[in-house]
Each structure stands twice: as structure tokens, then as C-alpha cells.
């Protein structure tokens, strides 16, 4: 409601934002899915209308009939896109009551289990019915974009057989089989590849997944995937088009927009250059490998980590020299905790050593280093070159400890120094050439870096028994801002290589059949190469709204403890319900 629409017979109905009495006139700021309109109800002129409305309270829901007017010169409420106008009612009637609410719906600053409690009060806080306006954009141009590259959106099952993504299972209890179980899917992995075989050439699905892991502020235990799978295609298509479905839903969702072409990382690469698969490209700083420069190095600091196959890794920090002597020895406690064997810090600036070339340098450690070295440290600059003012921050070890904490180092003084370009700045890159297998200390075995149905690098094939740790694979992921969003691969569908992927996994040819028999036995009968991806929504619709957390773009979200304080889930069951299921319940074992 504008001006314009000043005369105007309306009818409006929501709930009681606020009520006030002014000495006699009555104002009802009324609130609906659209907004708030101010309600203007004067005594002398309609004593009914008054007298039903007088008693109003907040959050009735009421409804009223009357005309828009302009409100009075200097009424007019410019917070308000409605601040011009007012409905002055003919007729008001109540819906419904409300009893004294337990908090007011605009109150975020309530306990999060309580606004999980009454989470249907929560949901009237426009700032959370924004947020699922700005999900349900993004879903619907997912759908079109999907829709107008031929893809089929086709549902897959909820009951089913575990899938390996790495997680816990939600099991089901069968009542048809006691003592069998469904799980509820990680994720429809294997239904996609099945529905290639099956000749569909091209899925997706915003599809719900369960996985019962320990949870985060990103995580929930159910969330929604967007699932795709594609038939005779390459790990290029399934980015290509992974690609333009993320942009058309983030600029759709937000107006955000993603900028050119995204850069693509092979996972080394991101590791050694930004110390994460995941890397915050945000942040204008890049690490740099001194390996080399140190081979021969005199100083048994760095000489020891380097000759046992270790790197040294470097990282300027723009105004660094202004940590203070407390702060470094917090940090490299820190990075010690992190299992770095110590951490090597060079200020700029003032007065210091000048060997290096550079800016004077005061370091613990600069005397026992040669000019070439302490060159090689004022050179480590990326991409900008080392000034007076900054501070190199350095550590020499394994690459797979080294790489880790240089890339928390990196974040540690992007927050540290406020070096993330400021603003709404989207970075994206797809990372590429994972590893295929990682070794679990733990279990004593390889396991699947993405999971067991993706297809190693054809030039890595050999390495498959002999080097497994050594195997890329054809998987890639999008990461956004530092945060994965999604991860795919180009999938088995070589039953051998299938084969031979399980054994490498350590799952014998009678295992491999007893799991993954149904897969095994399809792909021998004339399976298409295939590929796809799976995008996390929930992290999408987050990053997007600019929330801190899942929950704030889910409609019903769980606690961290995967509880929902409203309908009491989980709950005890039924003696008879176990009973027809063959469950007894056994006290845990503590
Ligand atoms: N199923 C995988 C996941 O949930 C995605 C994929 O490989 O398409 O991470």
C-alpha cells in the first residue's frame, strides 16, 4: 500500500504487531508476509470498530476492512515503505488469540533452544522468512536451469541400503525382516549411477541426505543435496554445468555474481599455495616454498625437518612487524599444537639485519642463517613482494604438517590483519585432481578420499596396486569464500576398474560382491561413462543470506545434539512398536 492507492476499499488480515492507545486514537501496526501497514481507529468516529478492537493485543491474528488514506502532514513514518498511509477500518474482526508469547518473534537474542522450542513464533521474524524466500529462489533457479539443460528431475529412494560417503548411518528398523535394517541415504549416489545404466543420460535431484555425524554449525544431520549425474561426458562437462546452475541460483537467491571463469586448482597446487583444499580466496596472500633455497642450509632448524624429505614453507604478512613478542610465542605455540615442530618469524622494518638485501630484519634466528637464505626469506613475498612493516612467518616440516598450518597461519592473519578484501566479494575455483586414496592409520587401510565409486586418472592406472597412495583421482570440488559447496567425480563404470578400486580399498572380491553386488552385476551390462556432483543448499542458502549458521536457512532445523525441541525428537517408542519390530532397548553402555 502506497499513496497511490489512497482511497482504496481494502480488506487485510495478519497479526497484531503492536498496538498503542493515543490518548483516544488507536494505532495497530499490522504485519503480514509483505511488510507492516499502520491501522488508524478513531472512537468518536466508529465506537464499534473501536470497541472490537481496543483490547487487541500483540500477535492476534485479526483482520480489518476499510479505506487507505493519507496519514496527516507530519505523521508519516519514512522507516516505513508504507509510513504515507493508513487504513482507517469499517469492520475489524478477531481470528485468533494469543496468549503471552514466551519471547517476542523480532528477539534473536533469545536462547536458540527456546526459538527451536516454538520455532513456528521464530518463524515469524521477517529476517527468517527472508532467508527461506532466498532458499526457495535459489531451488527454483536450480529447477529451471536444470530443466533447460535437459536434465529430469527423478526421485530416488529413502529406504534403502547403506551408502559408504563416509559417515554413521540412520538405520531403520525392518518389520518385515526383524532384525534387518534400511539406512537412510548419505546421499543418492548410487541410485544416480544406476539411473545412467538405466539409459536416463541426464538427473538431478534436490535430494534430502542423513548422516549421523558429530555436528557443526555447518552441519545437520539431514540437509538437501543438489544431486546431479550425467551420461558420456568428462570431468569438464560436469563443472560446466555445475557452474552455470551455482550461478544462475546464487544471482537468483542474492543478485550474487561470480565474476569470470572460475580458476581451477589441481589440489597440490591449492595445498602448497594456500595450504587447504578449501582454500579463502578472499585473502590476497599466497604461501611460498623455500625448500629448495634451504637444501643445503647450515642452520640445523630448518637442515634437520628438510633432510628427512620435509619442506619450509613461508608466508609474508602485511604489517606483521607489529606483532609484539607475546603474540609470536602465543602463535607458535599454536602452530606447535598443531604439530609443527616450531615456527620461524622474520620482522621488517627499523633496525636489523641487512644481509638479506631487503628491508632490515630482526629475526632470533637471522644470524644463523647466509645472505642467500635471508634473500631468499625477503623474497618470499606473494604476490606482493616484502616491505618494511611486514613479517614472514615460517615453518620447516613434513609437507602434509607443514602445508595445514600454513594454510591457518594464512587465515590467522587475514583475521589478525584484516586482510580479506572487504565487502560482499565472491571467490570461487573449482579444486581438482584429488588424491583417489588416503591411508587411515587408524583402520590400517586405504579409504576412498571422495568414495569408492570414483574413477582414478587414466594415467595413474598402473599405480592402482603398486602406489595407491600416489592415484589422482577425477574428482573435483567447488569451493566459495572458503567453504566447500560441492564435490563430484567421474565415476567406475569399468566394472575391472571398478574391481580394482575395491581392492585397493582393502575389500576382497567376496566383500566387494556382498556390498555392491547390484552395482557390480549393472555395470556389466552395458554402463555409459558417467559423472556428476552433489551441491550442499543448505551451505549455499547460508552463504548466500550471509547467515552464520545452517539452521538460520533451514524451516525446522535440529539442535547440535540432533534433537528438535518442538515435537520432542527424538522420542521413546511404544513397547508394542518395538515388539513388532524385534527391538528390545539395552541400556547404553557407559
Ligand atoms: N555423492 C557425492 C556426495 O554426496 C557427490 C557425488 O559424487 O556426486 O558427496
Not at 84 to 111: C, N, T, Y
Not at 346 to 351: I, Q, S, T, W
Request: aromatic share 8%; charged share 25%; glycine share 12%.
Amino acid at each position: 500500500m502506497r499513496p497511490a492507492d489512497a482511497g482504496r476499499e481494502v480488506t487485510v488480515c495478519g497479526w497484531v504487531d503492536s498496538a498503542r492507545d493515543h490518548g483516544g486514537l488507536l494505532f495497530v501496526d499490522l504485519r503480514d508476509r509483505s511488510g507492516i501497514v499502520q491501522v488508524t481507529i478513531d472512537p468518536g468516529r466508529s465506537p464499534d470498530v473501536w470497541s472490537g478492537a481496543r483490547h487487541w493485543r500483540g500477535e492476534w491474528t485479526v483482520g480489518v476492512r476499510g479505506r487507505v488514506g493519507l496519514r496527516a502532514a507530519g505523521n508519516e513514518n519514512p522507516r516505513l515503505p508504507t509510513g504515507e498511509v493508513e487504513i482507517v477500518p469499517a469492520q475489524v474482526e478477531v481470528f485468533g488469540k494469543a496468549r503471552p508469547l514466551p519471547f517476542q518473534p523480532g528477539d534473536a537474542s533469545v536462547e536458540e533452544t527456546t526459538r527451536l522450542r516454538y520455532r513456528y513464533l521464530d518463524l515469524r521474524r521477517p529476517a527468517l522468512q527472508d532467508n527461506l524466500r532466498l532458499r526457495h529462489r535459489l531451488i527454483a533457479a536450480v529447477r529451471a536451469t536444470c530443466d533447460g539443460e535437459g536434465f529430469v528431475e527423478i526421485e530416488t529412494p529413502t529406504l534403502t541400503r547403506s551408502t559408504p560417503e563416509g559417515a554413521r548411518d540412520y538405520l531403520v528398523p525392518a518389520r518385515t525382516a526383524p532384525g534387518s535394517f534400511y539406512a537412510l541415504p548419505q546421499s543418492p549416489q548410487l541410485f544416480k549411477q544406476l539411473l545412467m545404466i538405466g539409459g536416463l543420460e541426464r538427473y538431478y535431484q534436490i535430494a534430502r541426505c542423513w548422516r549421523d555425524e558429530d555436528l557443526r554449525a555447518d552441519r545437520q544431520p539431514e540437509f538437501t543435496q543438489l544431486d546431479v549425474e550425467m551420461s558420456f561426458i568428462g570431468p569438464e562437462d560436469v563443472m560446466g554445468l555445475g557452474e552455470r546452475v551455482v550461478r544462475a541460483a546464487l544471482a537468483a537467491a542474492a543478485g550474487i555474481d561470480l565474476g569470470g571463469p572460475l580458476p581451477r586448482l589441481p589440489y597440490a597446487e591449492a595445498l602448497a599455495r594456500y595450504g587447504s583444499d578449501k582454500p579463502d580466496l578472499r585473502v590476497p596472500l599466497e604461501i611460498a616454498d623455500l625448500t629448495e633455497a634451504f637444501a643445503a642450509t647450515a642452520f640445523e632448524g630448518f637442515g634437520a625437518a628438510l633432510r628427512s624429505g620435509g619442506v619450509l614453507r613461508a608466508l609474508r604478512v602485511p604489517g606483521g612487524a607489529a606483532l609484539a613478542r607475546r603474540e609470536l610465542d602465543a602463535l607458535t605455540a599454536d602452530a606447535r599444537g598443531r604439530g609443527a615442530g616450531g615456527l620461524a618469524w622474520f620482522l621488517y622494518g627499523g633496525e636489523g639485519d641487512l644481509r638479506g638485501g631487503g628491508p632490515p630484519c630482526r629475526s632470533p634466528i637471522a644470524k644463523f642463517l647466509s645472505p642467500d637464505e635471508l634473500r631468499a626469506i625477503a623474497a618470499a613475498g606473494r604476490p606482493a613482494p616484502v616491505e618494511a612493516g611486514d613479517a614472514v612467518l615460517a615453518v620447516a616440516d613434513r609437507p602434509e604438517v607443514a602445508a595445514p598450518v600454513m594454510g591457518w597461519l594464512r587465515l590467522w592473519a587475514a583475521d589478525r590483519f584484516r586482510l580479506r578484501e572487504p565487502g560482499a566479494v565472491w571467490r570461487a575455483a573449482w579444486v581438482t585432481d584429488f588424491p583417489l586414496l588416503e591411508w587411515n592409520g587408524e583402520e590400517r587401510r586405504f579409504v576412498a578420499v571422495h568414495h569408492p565409486f570414483t574413477a582414478p586418472h587414466p594415467d595413474d592406472l598402473a599405480l592402482l596396486a603398486s602406489g595407491p597412495g600416489h592415484v589422482r583421482a577425477l574428482a573435483y570440488d567447488l569451493v566459495l569464500n572458503g567453504t566447500e559447496v560441492g564435490g563430484g567425480s567421474i565415476r567406475n563404470h569399468d566394472a575391472d576398474v571398478q574391481a580394482a578400486v575395491f581392492a585397493a580399498l582393502g575389500l576382497g572380491p567376496e566383500e566387494a560382491r556382498e556390498q555392491f553386488g547390484f552395482l557390480l552385476e549393472a555395470l556389466s551390462y552395458g554402463a555409459p561413462p558417467h559423472g556428476g556432483i552433489a551441491f550442499g543448499l543448505d551451505r549455499l542458502a547460508m552463504l548466500a543470506a550471509g547467515a552464520d549458521s545452517i539452521r538460520d536457512v533451514i524451516a525446522f532445523p535440529k539442535t547440535a545434539r540432533a534433537a528438535d525441541p518442538m515435537t520432542g525428537a527424538p522420542a521413546p517408542v511404544a513397547e508394542r512398536q518395538l515388539r513388532d519390530l524385534g527391538l528390545r532397548v539395552v541400556p547404553p553402555v557407559r
